[in-house]
């Protein structure tokens, strides 16, 4: 069974939801439980989120 995945991303006051793939949704979670800023590599036409990095400072 393929479990589809999304996640919904602000800029600005704008908020996008797109699909994701399971190693993004985890990046994504332990992120937001330590409140680390990502930054997000969009797929082909920004239609999906490929990648998630926590920002260096």
Request: hydrophobic letters at 30%; glycine letters at 6%.
């Amino acid at each position: 069974m393929t479990q589809q995945l999304e996640m919904t991303y602000g800029v600005g006051n704008a908020q996008n939801t797109l699909p994701t793939n399971y190693e993004v949704y985890r990046q994504v979670v332990k992120a937001y439980a330590q409140k680390t800023p990502l930054q997000l590599t969009l797929g082909i036409n920004d239609d999906s989120v490929e990648k998630a990095e926590p920002v260096s400072k």
